[in-house]
């Protein structure tokens, strides 16, 4: 099949000219008689609107809130763009909530924010939240996204996850049990080194560690993390507490020597084919800077590298997070939960890694279009205690 052509940038500002918005409501219940307005709005909305007031807890079955999320960013850090504010990333949430109608049926919503205040994000989707079944926080810069997301998590009823996070990192595991499936190698006993300590990579290096693999080194721009290193933030002295448990010291030359997977989630050309020719035999990389990735795949390959994966759409293996967020919160609504926990996580991960039967290094994750992903993901997510 022939690769689309792509379009260049005036394409696709016309395209969005023309199409405005991608997203709208729609009526669920009927206005055709008076009935319908009686029922519906006055007077027989006053009798729900006093039961709600006394069993707020049947708004989940009685209101929007049933189907609803709200996707929700800062502008502080859109896809490769870095801090453009929230018109930049109104178009970024609403492809989201595209996504989640087409995909899973959510009613999702774009909700951008003029403020790029920690307390002031926390309090304005707190007074929200009643409205919402779920709160799916995107394009928040680190370490701004790690304080909102907790306080969200703890303040609410409802499953708050911050996408960029836990999404990205549930289909770099998946993504990772199968590239070890085509390397025959056993993944909890790879040594794995992520360049990038941002929210991706943090994500990335604690459900790693969640799912058993040990061997794990970080690497922020000062080199890799390591207990006892100065001038680390909190959220990466936690890190460097738990990961490269031998300390070693040095940039990414040192630390990738006689590695067995690379996972790049910091930016265009960190990785050389020099890096690659110091890994292990059968070496995995991941190259999921956008939209440049760290090293382009077939550099990697020439270098040795056995298994490749990016997150663009134009080379095999896109580790992209629409494989997963759809049915996590497809799920989560579902069954009503209130947190997505590490278990929700890797039941995902494995669902998600078994949809490909037969691995093979042009072949470790599903397809985007594969009609399956929202169902499965879902059913372990509702399977998840």
């Known amino acids: 099949m022939a690769t689309p052509r792509k379009k260049t940038t005036a394409q696709v500002i016309a395209a969005y000219k023309r199409q405005g918005a991608r997203i709208e409501t729609k009526a669920r219940a009927p206005l055709a008689q008076k009935s319908d307005f009686s029922l519906w709005y006055t007077p027989g909305v006053g009798a729900a609107a006093a039961h709600l007031a006394r069993k707020p807890k049947d708004a989940r079955r009685m209101s929007v809130k049933k189907n ?127 360049s990038g300590a941002g929210a991706a990579g943090m994500a990335i290096a604690k459900l790693l560690f969640a799912y058993g693999v040990r061997d794990l080194i970080v690497l922020d721009r000062a080199g890799a993390l390591y207990a006892g290193r100065g001038n680390l933030t909190p959220a990466k002295e936690a890190l460097a507490a738990c990961t490269n448990p031998h300390k070693i010291a040095g940039g990414l ?64 293996n896109q580790i992209n997070n629409a494989l997963v967020y759809p049915g996590i919160f497809r799920g989560a609504l579902d069954k009503g939960v209130r947190k997505i926990t590490e278990e929700t996580k890797l039941r995902a991960a494995v669902a998600l890694a078994a949809l490909v039967a037969h691995p093979n290094a042009e072949k470790i994750v599903p397809d985007l279009l594969d009609r399956r992903l929202v169902k499965v993901v879902a059913g372990a997510v509702r399977g998840a205690s």
């Open 68 to 194: 609803s999320i709200a996707v929700v960013s800062d502008g502080s850090a859109v896809l490769g763009l870095g801090n453009i504010g929230p018109y930049g990333a109104l178009p970024v949430m609403e492809g989201k909530a595209l996504i989640f109608k087409e995909r899973a049926g959510i009613d999702a919503w774009p909700i951008v924010l003029d403020t790029q205040d920690s307390e002031e994000i926390v309090r304005i989707v707190k007074a929200i939240a009643p409205a919402f079944g779920g709160v799916n926080l995107e394009d928040i810069a680190a370490p701004k996204c790690f304080e909102v997301e907790h306080a969200l998590i703890e303040a609410l009823d409802i499953p708050v996850m911050h996408d960029d996070q836990h999404g990205t990192a549930i289909v770099v595991l998946a993504g990772l049990m199968n590239a070890a499936k085509v390397v025959k190698k056993d993944l909890k006993k790879l040594r794995i080194v992520i």
């Open 253 to 316: 030359g040192e630390i990738l020597e006689g590695a067995d997977a690379f996972v790049g989630v910091s930016g265009k050309g960190v990785m050389s084919a020099a890096h690659v020719r110091l890994m292990g035999k059968n070496a995995i990389v991941f190259a999921l800077a956008n939209p440049d990735p760290e090293i382009l795949p077939a550099d990697a390959k020439k270098a040795g590298a056995a298994v490749v994966a990016t997150g663009r759409s134009d080379f095999p």
